[in-house]
């Protein structure tokens, strides 16, 4: 069975981080979609928690999707859930050398899988959950950027809320 694992902050997730997750459902057996605890970006607006109940329920009509949250080395989790591949979505020339240094760094510290970048859709290519954030929390009108599933949820509990402070 080839198992992928599709890592990231998810604060929150977005339509854009769905459309990579279902197109990895769509190579792979199973997809483990994991909120990585102290990844790249320090401090977030939703808990680790908060953020795996949100992709659940994001990604429920998709069979052979699964999540987790871990705190850990992505090399590490890998290993611990048999995975053969770490699947990223790519937006802009801008991710890429992020995406590529951290590529290569997991390949030295674990040679036994591959990092498989999947080209965001072009209509996801401009969205970020920092993006859907700044303009939710002024009251901007986010629903075309979020699952239909959330939407409501997210809204919420940034709007409002001055998260700049
Ligand atoms: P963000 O930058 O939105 O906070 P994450 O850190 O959660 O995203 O990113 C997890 C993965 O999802 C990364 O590989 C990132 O490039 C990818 N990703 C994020 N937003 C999009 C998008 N709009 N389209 C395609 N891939 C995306």
Redesign the pocket.
């Known amino acids: 069975m080839k198992i992928a694992v599709?890592?990231?902050?998810?604060?929150p997730i977005?339509k854009?981080?769905v459309?990579?997750i279902r197109r990895a459902a769509a190579l792979f057996d199973e997809v483990i979609v994991v909120v990585m605890i102290n990844?790249?970006?320090s401090s977030g607006c939703f808990d680790a928690e908060e953020r795996s109940r949100l992709i659940k329920r994001s990604v429920e009509d998709i069979p052979n999707v699964k999540t987790d949250v871990y705190g850990g080395l992505l090399a590490d989790y890998v290993k611990k859930v048999n995975a053969c591949a770490v699947v990223?979505?790519?937006?802009a020339m801008s991710?890429f050398e992020y995406?590529f240094q951290q590529a290569l760094t997991n390949k030295k510290i674990n040679p036994d899988f591959e990092t498989v970048f999947l080209p965001?859709?072009g209509d996801?290519?401009f969205?970020?959950?920092?993006l859907v954030k700044q303009v939710c929390e002024f009251g901007g009108d986010v629903t075309d950027f979020l699952p239909p599933q959330i939407c409501e949820d997210v809204i919420k509990k940034i709007k409002g809320r001055n998260l700049s402070k």
Do not use: Q, V
Not at 88 to 91: D, H, S, V
Not at 127 to 130: E, I, K, M, T
């Open positions: 599709c890592p990231g902050s998810f604060d977005t854009g981080h459309d990579i990844y790249y970006k990223k979505g790519l937006r991710d995406e965001a859709d996801h290519m969205l970020s959950s920092s």
